[in-house]
């Protein structure tokens, strides 16, 4: 165990008990004792009053690393791209990247596969110091084994010290190849990277257990520090037109795989789009009760000129498309104006709909926990507002 | 055909609150299931079997309690069941998971291998990938659909952001699968007597050819630092009044923040 109790100081009070988040520690004979549980998190050392609970310093030796830290310097960030053209993760990658380059005093180095010098352009205008392109056609579309091995191999060229890429399909697929292949961490799905201001190392943000609590995770005895970043959260950096950067194009030879996509299917539906690109979402939960309830939220939403959201329990209810769902398990967004009608507010909901700029909650019970997090309340039935709030902008918006 | 299915023992997420005086999860009754996207994993291994015959074994890497979702495992149809188990695993993160699962499986030996897309305590996605490196074969994530399986291929469904991809593959090959794959079935009366009696396989660290230094914690390079609860924006306004004047000042305040 990495943490251990010296029973000799140990009172029995159960004071850690309840600092552990894992419940991974138990009394026995009066004494506490750490399971499998443990999670090495530390949380219970400063709990103790006796100062009973003692790191074993089993993690130390793991620092072989070390000597060879000072080599990986920069910050990298892979650029996704889709039919030849750069994903926006990318761009927002390329933001969160900037910030971290600049704290280290690092350069930011993007890498493109499978698409043209004009992009790799494009990359340098929004931000990127140097693009790392293999503009080779086998690359164009999206595999696991091609990918993984290229992004390796320049990993090991150019030494960054950190590696971001976007939680999105592709990155959440090969991505921990990677991080297998180069014996390196990597934590997923991030909502907020840091640099600690003493060590110098990445302070990874994450929602773990469902969106109910956050987690810092840190990577410091290995390099590079990896981690895929929820796509809509990082804000993008900032476009310059005039702005150029080193392009050094790679050959990397053979790309053989061993998986070949036979077939893409596209099933893309218009929602999806819209979803990602309005500035105001209308979102309906269990409260719109059926599809006469959504049919309302629609009049609202075209109103606005915005688009339709739902909660979970909408989309299993059957009312509304898993398309719509936001949260957890569903789209993150941030529009400027979120509109929640009848939805509670749970946390799996909120991951995905936190970050945009104003949220607005109607519902008619006063201690829902939506009105936590709201900019706007309201405190009402739906059916009676959301209809004269449709007719009051049709009226100004003279429709 | 021997099909191997990694499941783990989750605390069922959505029981679980925040205890918002110490910060901390409040685990305490809530109850521990097989992790959701895995019982679609063990639904496709069993239909494969009673296609193509061979055996599914199913594994878990965990603490002994893990022993119960493996029983219920083999009620939905599993051949063998196998429980990897040591004080060493203890604290592993992605990396060191994948590692020891790789190096059971190395042992068990196996075409075709299923992960479930995630798990719902951690989210990350990771394992199922990172083992198919350690294992140096491929893999084949989000998998909603399974076209084809011959003794030496198979053909699927992925799915993507803007629609699916059909992807072939050699055997042995490792692939992550989505709730939409299938409908897991429930146990029958047969299988829930073969899950009382079913012998659980144990396996330990020393017999997997493991490297020590790269089990649980010692192996695992990511540590967590801290947990801490969602934060939460406080700048919260209540519109009163009756329902017109409620929508009357919602307008005005749009209006003011030039969202009109
Ligand atoms: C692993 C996991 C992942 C999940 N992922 C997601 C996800 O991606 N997205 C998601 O949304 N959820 C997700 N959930 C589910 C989440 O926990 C909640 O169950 C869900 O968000 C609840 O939806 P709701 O607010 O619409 O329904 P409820 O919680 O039932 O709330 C309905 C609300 O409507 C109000 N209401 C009812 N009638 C009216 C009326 N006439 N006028 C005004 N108000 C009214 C009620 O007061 C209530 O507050 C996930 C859960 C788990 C465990
Ligand atoms: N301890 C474990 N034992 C067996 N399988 C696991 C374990 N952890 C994760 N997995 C498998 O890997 C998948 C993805 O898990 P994760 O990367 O933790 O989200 C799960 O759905 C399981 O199939």
């Known amino acids: 165990m990495p943490v251990i109790v010296n029973a000799d100081n140990c009172s029995g009070c159960e004071t850690c008990l309840e600092s552990c988040p894992f419940d991974a520690i138990e009394m026995k004979e009066g004494k506490a004792v750490i399971n499998e549980y443990c999670n090495a998190c530390m949380t219970c050392l400063s709990a103790c009053p006796e100062g009973a609970i003692i790191e074993t310093g089993d993690k130390a030796e793991n620092a072989k690393a070390s000597d060879t830290f000072k080599d990986y310097k920069d910050v990298m960030i892979f650029a996704e791209q889709r039919d030849g053209k750069i994903a926006s993760v990318a761009l927002e990658l390329l933001g969160a990247g900037k910030k971290l380059a600049d704290e280290l005093d690092a350069k930011l180095i993007a890498v493109l596969l499978g698409a043209d010098e004009s992009e790799a352009q494009e990359l340098a205008r929004w931000g990127a110091d140097k693009v790392v ?23 090991q060229q150019q030494k960054p010290s950190i590696v971001l890429a976007g939680a999105t399909p592709i990155g959440r697929s090969f991505v921990p190849r990677v991080a297998a292949k180069l014996n390196t961490g990597l934590t997923a799905d991030c909502t907020s990277l840091e640099i600690d201001k003493e060590s110098r190392n990445l302070l990874q943000v994450r929602p773990a257990f469902g969106g109910n609590i956050m987690a810092t995770i840190l990577c410091p005895d290995y390099r590079p520090q990896m981690a895929t970043v929820r796509p809509r959260v990082m804000k993008k950096g900032e476009y310059q037109k005039d702005r150029s950067g080193e392009i050094i194009a790679v050959d990397l030879g053979d790309f053989t795989s061993r998986t070949k996509v036979v077939e ?17 979402i209308v979102a309906g939960g269990r409260g719109v009760g059926g599809e006469k309830g959504v049919q309302m939220l629609e009049d609202l939403a075209e109103a606005l000129g915005g688009a339709l959201g739902a909660s979970r329990a909408a989309v299993d209810e059957g009312w509304i498309p898993y398309s719509h769902q936001v949260g957890q398990t569903g789209k993150t967004v941030n ?20 970050s945009s700029d104003i949220i607005i909650a109607i519902n008619k019970n006063p201690d829902a926990p939506i009105f936590n997090v709201a900019t706007y309340g309201i405190i009402g039935d739906i059916f009676e507002i959301v209809p004269m709030l449709t007719r009051k902008i049709k009226e100004i918006k003279g429709q | ?111 075709i291998i299923f992960c479930g897309k995630q798990a719902i305590d951690g989210d990350t996605a990771q394992v199922g990938p990172e083992t198919a490196e350690f294992l140096d074969i491929p893999h084949i994530s989000y998998i909603k659909k399974i076209e ?77 630092k801290n947990i801490f609860a969602p934060e939460i924006k406080a700048e919260r306004k209540m519109i009163e009044g009756t329902a017109e004047e409620q929508v009357e000042n919602l307008v005005k305040e749009l209006r003011e923040i030039k969202c009109l």
């Open chain 2, 148 to 224: 084809e399986v011959t003794d030496s291929a198979i053909r699927v469904q992925r799915m993507m952001d803007e629609g699916y991809d059909v992807v072939e593959s050699s055997l042995p090959v490792l692939l992550t699968v989505v709730k939409e794959l299938n409908q897991p079935r429930m146990p029958s009366l047969k299988g829930k007597m073969a899950a009382k009696k079913a012998e659980i396989k144990k396996m330990g660290m020393a017999d997997i050819n493991a490297d020590e230094k790269s089990l649980g914690l010692k192996g695992s390079p990511t540590q967590v």
């Open chain 2, 1 to 111: 055909m021997n099909i191997i299915v990694c499941i783990k023992q989750v605390p069922d997420t959505a029981e679980i609150r925040i205890n918002p005086e110490t910060n901390t999860l409040m685990r305490e009754g809530v109850p521990s299931i097989i992790n959701p996207f895995d019982l679609h994993a063990i639904e496709a291994a069993v239909q494969i079997k009673e296609q193509h015959g061979g055996t599914v074994t199913v594994l878990t890497m965990g603490p002994p309690q893990a022993e119960t979702s493996l029983r219920e495992a083999v009620s939905m149809g599993a051949d063998e069941v196998v429980l990897l188990s040591d004080r060493a695993f203890a604290g592993s993160d992605t990396w060191a998971t994948s590692y020891t699962l790789a190096k059971a499986i190395e042992k068990l030996g196996a075409d």
């Open chain 1, 335 to 354: 529009p400027k104006v979120y509109i929640c009608c009848g939805i509670s507010g749970a946390v799996q909901h909120l991951v995905g709909m936190q």
């Open chain 1, 133 to 155: 392109l293999c503009s080779d056609s086998a690359l164009r579309d999206f595999n696991d084994d091609a990918y993984s091995s290229v992004l390796a191999r320049v990993i």
């Open chain 1, 264 to 280: 893409f299917v596209k099933e893309v539906s218009e929602v999806s789009v819209n979803i990602h690109e309005a500035d105001i």
